[in-house]
């Protein structure tokens, strides 16, 4: 398949191209920048140069493609603005195409809000977090038209790659720092290995029947500060320091997205697994701190 993508130079975005390049699939990617332009070409994509807050510039100079995947959200007050803006000139495009297009949209773990024991499913009611209920219409407008095959994946908290959910305590250990944790150390965190995820999203691609959602999620919920400590361990800290941020601090300091991280969640990837045979197999994120922290 040809695949456009969006996002493809963030840590779930540089996985997927490498998965799909390496599945034989052409991948046309969006830049916004020369750097992002360079990193695409290096990874084998093609590169249509634009930014998602103005599709107007790009869409038409976008071939036809097979494919669409959404990975990029700008973490800013206007995120769900841009998003109606892009989706706006996108769908009608994508409609407008000699073939029906697969459209992978990305919504997220914490459109669930906090689980408790509770495990959640794709059958779950959404609760989200307020930073993110902008999306829970855009993706029911993806799923409900039927201009488009419409699929959507809620990753759990991402790791691995050159960025992800962890780098933040590394940070903080390596400068010899406190551990900033957000909430509690016994807050629990679904989490999935970005190349895991990648396999997902080239799974769905190719496999998923449309109109149908999957969770993202290879560990159902791990405490942080479990996490933190492993962190800490695997950078030479023998007796971490984890210091307690409220959450009003965290959002002030990243901005109210990062109330997320106090959301004490279980998830499910299980429907993955039984549809469309997606084994991941990073299913320990404490051992395999040893090679991210390297």
């Given at each position: 398949?040809?695949?456009?993508?969006?996002?493809?130079?963030?840590?779930?975005?540089?996985?997927?191209?490498?998965?799909?390049?390496?599945r034989?699939?052409e991948?046309?990617a969006?830049?916004?920048s020369?750097?992002?332009?360079g990193?695409?070409a290096?990874l084998?994509?093609a590169?249509?140069?634009?930014?998602?807050?103005?599709?107007g510039?790009?869409?038409p100079?976008?071939?036809?493609?097979?494919?669409?995947?959404q990975m990029?959200?700008?973490?800013?007050s206007?995120?769900?603005?841009?998003?109606?803006?892009?989706?706006?000139?996108?769908?009608?495009?994508?409609?407008?195409?000699?073939r029906?297009?697969?459209?992978?949209?990305?919504?997220?773990?914490?459109?669930f809000?906090?689980?408790?024991?509770?495990?959640?499913?794709?059958?779950s009611?959404?609760?989200?977090l307020?930073?993110?209920?902008?999306?829970?219409?855009h993706?029911q407008r993806?799923l409900e038209s039927?201009?488009?095959?419409?699929?959507?994946?809620?990753p759990a908290?991402?790791?691995?790659g050159?960025?992800?959910v962890?780098?933040r305590?590394?940070?903080?250990a390596?400068e010899?720092?406190a551990i900033?944790?957000?909430?509690?150390?016994?807050?629990r965190?679904p989490l999935?290995h970005c190349?895991?995820?990648a396999?997902?999203?080239?799974l769905?691609l190719?496999?998923?029947?449309?109109q149908?959602?999957?969770?993202?999620?290879?560990?159902?919920?791990?405490?942080?500060?479990?996490?933190?400590?492993?962190v800490?361990?695997r950078v030479?800290?023998a007796?971490?320091?984890i210091?307690?941020?409220?959450?009003?601090?965290?959002a002030?300091?990243?901005?109210?997205w990062?109330r997320?991280?106090?959301?004490?969640?279980?998830?499910?990837?299980?429907?993955?697994?039984?549809?469309l045979?997606?084994a991941?197999?990073?299913?320990d994120p404490?051992r395999?701190?040893?090679?991210?922290?390297?």
């Amino acid at each position: 398949m040809r695949v456009f993508l969006l996002g493809a130079t963030g840590t779930i975005g540089q996985a997927v191209l490498r998965a799909l390049i390496a599945r034989g699939h052409e991948v046309v990617a969006l830049a916004r920048s020369e750097a992002s332009a360079g990193k695409i070409a290096q990874l084998g994509g093609a590169v249509v140069r634009g930014d998602i807050g103005t599709p107007g510039q790009w869409l038409p100079g976008l071939p036809d493609v097979d494919g669409v995947i959404q990975m990029a959200c700008d973490f800013d007050s206007a995120m769900g603005e841009t998003e109606r803006h892009l989706l706006d000139g996108l769908l009608p495009r994508l409609a407008a195409s000699r073939r029906k297009v697969r459209f992978i949209y990305t919504g997220g773990c914490w459109l669930f809000g906090s689980t408790g024991d509770n495990v959640a499913t794709e059958d779950s009611a959404l609760s989200p977090l307020p930073a993110f209920a902008w999306m829970v219409p855009h993706l029911q407008r993806v799923l409900e038209s039927r201009d488009i095959d419409g699929i959507v994946i809620h990753p759990a908290m991402v790791y691995g790659g050159d960025g992800g959910v962890f780098r933040r305590f590394e940070q903080d250990a390596r400068e010899c720092r406190a551990i900033r944790v957000v909430g509690s150390e016994a807050v629990r965190w679904p989490l999935v290995h970005c190349d895991d995820l990648a396999d997902l999203y080239a799974l769905a691609l190719e496999r998923a029947a449309p109109q149908s959602t999957y969770l993202g999620v290879a560990t159902e919920g791990v405490p942080v500060g479990k996490i933190a400590r492993a962190v800490a361990h695997r950078v030479g800290v023998a007796v971490p320091v984890i210091d307690i941020v409220s959450e009003d601090a965290a959002a002030q300091e990243l901005g109210e997205w990062a109330r997320g991280y106090v959301c004490d969640q279980r998830l499910s990837g299980a429907k993955a697994r039984k549809e469309l045979g997606w084994a991941p197999i990073h299913l320990d994120p404490t051992r395999d701190v040893m090679e991210l922290c390297a």
